[in-house]
């Protein structure tokens, strides 16, 4: 039974990232803002820690440049609703949602993000990379993009504040990437999407 679930889960994975799905500032903030939380709390200054951050940063900021490049956004609009005019027809009101697609080119910069992440615990956090715990840790990752909640319910090593970092600042660059790469990403991502309509003021 545990097998079938893993495998439903990575089907699930892997399908999501071919398949549109709507823009959100709750969904592409949350990850950042909470990750980047947890790397203030953990990191602590050393010359050592300090270039290891400039190299994770810069790192990050390739990658998500790399996925953002390759996403593709496209504003969708849907009509759930209607209202009848004044001769009776069916006028839809429509909902328009911006939508992202990572695709095959999010994968890979996703996979190298694991990698990079399995070079740190080995090189730099001393652990024994079995083919278990790169499998594990492959699972892992997947189980936190498939339900966010999942990656704040393990406990982190005392320097775990490089991974921190590695997943805060790759999640804040690939959504500030797309913000910088579409219009239409950046006005949802930053809540300029509302429309309002002002009337004269009474005299």
């Given at each position: 039974?545990?097998?079938i679930?893993?495998?439903?889960?990575?089907?699930?994975?892997?399908?999501?990232?071919?398949?549109?799905?709507s823009?959100?500032?709750?969904?592409y903030?949350?990850?950042?803002?909470?990750?980047?939380?947890?790397?203030?709390?953990?990191?602590?200054?050393?010359?050592?820690?300090?270039?290891?951050?400039v190299?994770?940063?810069?790192?990050?900021?390739?990658?998500?440049?790399y996925?953002?490049?390759?996403?593709?956004?496209?504003?969708?609009?849907?009509?759930?609703?209607?209202?009848?005019?004044?001769?009776?027809?069916?006028?839809?009101?429509?909902?328009?949602?911006?939508?992202?697609?990572?695709?095959?080119?999010?994968?890979?910069?996703?996979?190298?993000?694991?990698?990079?992440?399995?070079?740190?615990?080995?090189?730099?956090?001393?652990?024994?990379?079995?083919?278990?715990?790169?499998?594990?840790?492959?699972?892992?990752?997947?189980?936190?993009?498939?339900?966010?909640?999942?990656?704040?319910?393990?406990?982190?090593?005392?320097?775990?504040?490089?991974?921190?970092?590695?997943?805060?600042?790759?999640?804040?660059?690939?959504?500030?990437?797309?913000?910088?790469?579409?219009?239409?990403?950046r006005?949802?991502?930053?809540?300029?999407?509302?429309?309002?309509?002002?009337?004269?003021?009474?005299?």
């Amino acid at each position: 039974m545990t097998t079938i679930l893993i495998v439903l889960v990575l089907l699930h994975f892997f399908h999501e990232q071919f398949e549109f799905s709507s823009i959100n500032r709750l969904g592409y903030w949350i990850i950042p803002i909470l990750t980047g939380y947890e790397f203030l709390q953990s990191f602590s200054w050393s010359w050592l820690n300090a270039g290891l951050l400039v190299g994770i940063l810069g790192f990050a900021s390739l990658i998500s440049w790399y996925q953002a490049k390759h996403t593709k956004i496209r504003l969708e609009e849907t009509a759930t609703t209607y209202f009848r005019d004044d001769h009776q027809q069916e006028v839809p009101i429509y909902r328009k949602d911006v939508t992202a697609q990572g695709g095959r080119y999010y994968l890979y910069g996703w996979l190298v993000v694991i990698v990079v992440q399995l070079l740190i615990e080995a090189l730099y956090l001393h652990e024994n990379l079995t083919p278990h715990k790169v499998w594990e840790d492959f699972f892992e990752e997947v189980m936190a993009d498939v339900f966010s909640f999942y990656r704040f319910t393990r406990a982190g090593a005392p320097t775990s504040w490089i991974l921190w970092a590695l997943t805060a600042s790759t999640s804040l660059g690939y959504t500030l990437w797309l913000a910088k790469l579409s219009p239409a990403a950046r006005r949802t991502l930053f809540g300029q999407t509302k429309y309002r309509r002002v009337t004269d003021e009474e005299n």
